[in-house]
């Protein structure tokens, strides 16, 4: 089937780029979308809006020193538009903002370049930016960055996210005051009286539709007179911070659609990109597509999920994409490639090495083992390890990286001991890699899955008033809003106690060890494992491996066989600002601990490790268990 060219119409004020299929008129030369045409809809965007406020790029930015995650709001406007490509096979424009001293103080300091291309036979248009900071330049903060589009609420009502996460969305106007009740932070809101009766007692939350960044692929909106899809999909995760495990935004309410590329959220301050005085920088983010489909109406609307799945699936294995322009985008013989195989060795589980079956295996900047989930400055590319522990890193951009992995079913974070350089073109072969978990002694008891999450551990049913219908079933029951309120109605005076060898972990271990509500406020919480042993070695040295998931404003202190010590046995002082508790993410950052706990603390018998987190000023602090091991002395090699 042949297509028409691409078209290129320039006005004083506008520019729009035209295929046959779809149109796009960006404003100029601020490089805002305000108009997108397609099957018989004259825009898909919210023509209620003003110009500015419809398809955009923006950001978050702050002083250097601010300590925290909010800052000025900036959404980009281009002052210069230039036109790089103009064929028939393609159309590339740009937007550019530069910065210059004068602007100290008003802009952020940074040159940025808003790309959008269009191609022939393509039903969409892509989107990229290159950001750049000039040595000399004064240092700041940027929380966040991002592509949001406002689609037409009279058209778009269904949203999908995944599979398994689709449904009608109540509209932006029920969040409005008199439609609503605003929960513990003001994007929760409980629908009292929302215009379409049906989400009456509903809790909307745009955070209840995050996913991790490794399945942040495809999402969107269908509207189903015309049947009409709106969907974003991200080919590539190498450009967005924190690693394949890092949650984000996706779709809400709004009908809002977004490309998150840097942010702070289930993070906190520690994932804030930060630059100092004098440091140069840059960094491209993108390209992802902004894909458009229809179907006959006699068709199931749900065909336009199946569809853009598909597209997704080929925009994938197109990445990296040979049609942008930008010198500062590579392709893919100009990228490189490493292999390898990584092992587990753990005598205490097997003799032999053990594969690293479905191991997370990434090149990121140089850091410390783990150190990835908190990078933001540069660009980070994994893969999963096969069967027998296989790797293979495609596309990777020039430059200096380490090697970093961890492995489902094991502890801790493998780091490589050497600095990998990858030139354009190069294939590098690495030896067998072998991981040593961290591992002392035998395991005497367990408690969870080492999986970086705590979905294993016991989630209760929501609270009627706060349904989410989406997530009444299913693996994603974590996802419904207020269950951190549901310890305190399980656990009213006393805390949790869990007996091993008598309790399960996915009906006896709450998934937060959240706070309790008194009457005054809230308190911190303090748990008890109860356990025996048949025999200890008084002058032996056990550990206890505390592997977290997740910890918001909290402090956890250990205890063996009495309820306080002052001071603390052991405690990991005030740590993390992650908020998953509160924002429905079933992890955030993983932290692990080990306690060396001496024989003489332990009896034969009857004993009791006590786990308090002391912190109890608001709801949403606590900690997240990945998993709990406690290990014997070490046995003869």
Not at 181 to 201: D, H, M, Q, S
């Amino acid at each position: 089937m042949s297509f028409p060219g691409v078209q290129l119409q320039v006005k004083d004020a506008e520019v729009t780029m035209d295929n046959g299929i779809l149109q796009v008129t960006l404003s100029k030369p601020d490089g805002i979308v305000t108009r997108i045409q397609y099957n018989g809809i004259d825009n898909l965007l919210e023509e209620r809006n003003e110009k500015d406020n419809r398809g955009y790029w923006d950001l978050v930015w702050s002083e250097l020193g601010f300590t925290e995650t909010t800052g000025t709001y900036d959404r980009i406007k281009g002052t210069t538009f230039s036109i790089i490509m103009e064929n028939e096979e393609q159309v590339e424009l740009s937007f550019v903002r530069t910065w210059d001293p004068s602007l100290t103080g008003k802009l952020v300091a940074l040159n940025i370049d808003k790309r959008f291309i269009m191609l022939r036979g393509s039903s969409g248009f892509y989107s990229y930016g290159i950001y750049e900071r000039l040595q000399d330049w004064p240092g700041f903060n940027l929380p966040e960055t991002r592509i949001a589009f406002k689609l037409s609420k009279d058209w778009f009502h269904f949203m999908a996210v995944a599979d398994d996460r689709q449904r009608k969305m109540p509209l932006p106007d029920d969040r409005l005051p008199g439609r609503c009740e605003v929960l513990a932070y003001p994007e929760a809101v409980r629908l009292t009286n929302p215009i379409e009766k049906e989400f009456t007692g509903e809790v909307d939350d745009k955070y209840e539709y995050s996913c991790d960044d490794k399945d942040i692929k495809l999402h969107g909106w269908m509207c189903d007179d015309p049947p009409t899809g709106f969907w974003q999909i991200t080919p590539s995760n190498e450009f967005m911070s924190g690693g394949p495990l890092k949650q984000d935004l996706t779709s809400h309410v709004g009908p809002t659609n977004l490309a998150m590329f840097l942010s702070a959220h289930y993070a906190g301050m520690d994932i804030v990109t930060i630059f100092a005085d004098g440091e140069a920088w840059k960094k491209v983010f993108g390209p992802v597509f902004m894909y458009v489909n229809c179907v006959p109406e006699d068709v199931d609307l749900h065909w336009l999920w199946k569809d853009a799945k598909e597209q997704m699936l080929l925009e994938v294995g197109k990445w990296p994409y040979p049609f942008p322009a930008s010198e500062d985008f590579p392709s893919s013989d100009q990228r490189g490639r490493v292999r390898g195989r990584l092992l587990v060795q753990d005598r205490y589980i097997s003799e032999d090495f053990i594969p690293s079956n479905e191991a997370y295996v990434g090149l990121a900047p140089p850091g410390e083992a783990g150190s990835w989930q908190l990078e933001s400055k540069g660009y980070q590319f994994w893969t999963m390890a096969d069967q027998d522990g296989y790797f293979c890193i495609k596309d990777v951009r020039e430059g200096d990286y380490n090697l970093y992995a961890w492995v489902p079913g094991f502890i801790g974070d493998y780091q490589y001991n050497e600095t990998i350089s990858i030139t354009k073109g190069c294939t590098i072969y690495l030896d067998d890699l072998v991981y040593q978990p961290p591992r002392d002694g035998p395991t005497l008891w367990e408690i969870g899955i080492p999986d970086r999450t705590a979905a294993e551990f016991y989630v209760p049913d929501p609270d009627p008033k706060y349904i989410n219908p989406l997530y009444l079933n299913g693996p994603d029951r974590f996802r419904q809003y207020g269950l951190w309120e549901r310890y305190s109605e399980l656990y009213p005076e006393e805390d949790l106690v869990y007996t091993i060898g008598v309790s399960e972990y996915s009906n006896d271990w709450f998934f937060a060890q959240v706070t309790r509500k008194t009457d005054n406020g809230y308190q911190g919480t303090a748990w008890q494992i109860r356990f025996i042993l048949d025999n200890v070695e008084q002058s032996g040295s056990y550990k206890l491996r505390l592997a977290l998931a997740s910890a918001n404003q909290a402090e956890l202190q250990v205890s063996v066989n009495q309820p306080t010590q002052d001071p603390p046995f052991f405690t990991t002082g005030l740590i993390g600002k992650d908020n998953a508790i509160g924002r429905h993410g079933i992890h955030g950052i993983y932290r692990l601990r080990s306690v060396d706990i001496p024989g003489s603390m332990l009896t034969p018998g009857d004993n009791t490790i006590y786990l308090t987190q002391t912190m109890g000023t608001s709801p949403l602090q606590g900690i997240m268990y990945d998993y709990i091991r406690l290990e014997g002395p070490p046995l003869p090699s």
